[in-house]
Nanobody, 126 residues
Framework: QVQLVESGGGLVQAGGSLRLSCAAS????????MGWFRQAPGKEREFVGT????????IYADSVKGRFTISRDNAKNTVYLQMNSLKPEDTAVYYC???????????????????WGQGTQVTVSS
């Protein structure tokens, strides 16, 4: 069992930055690929990116590529989402997820993950 708790959301002006954190419980954090997803009001959940178990590899959605960076610290059981050059269209609830499959697994990218956090709100004002 893995419990995930996101933090770091808030209100930021367009062009600004935020760093989200996702703290995981348990001693098997490094056994999971981690993903970030987001859901804006009235829209379906959207894939943001994933990171491999070791943290050496990442993939991103085109909409955030070059602006967002995912990293992880397995010693701290934490995965991060650094968001730069934020745009109003980045406004959403952001969720982290853990999956026992590969970080490039289609099931992970589709959001069919083993564990989810409760989400943290990010609001970008124009």
């Amino acid at each position: 069992q893995v419990q995930l708790v996101e933090s770091g959301g808030g209100l930021v002006q367009a062009g600004g930055s935020l760093r989200l954190s996702c703290a995981a419980s348990g001693r098997t954090f490094s056994s999971y690929a981690m993903g970030w997803f987001r859901q804006a009001p009235g829209k379906e959940r959207e894939f943001v990116g994933t990171i491999s178990r070791s943290g050496s590899s990442t993939i991103y959605a085109d909409s955030v590529k070059g602006r967002f960076t995912i990293s992880r610290d397995n010693a701290k059981n934490t995965v991060y989402l650094q968001m730069n050059s934020l745009k109003p269209e980045d406004t959403a609830v952001y969720y982290c997820a853990a999956d026992s499959g590969s970080y490039v697994s289609p099931t992970l990218i589709r959001g069919e993950c083993d564990y989810w956090g409760q989400g943290t709100q990010v609001t970008v004002s124009s």
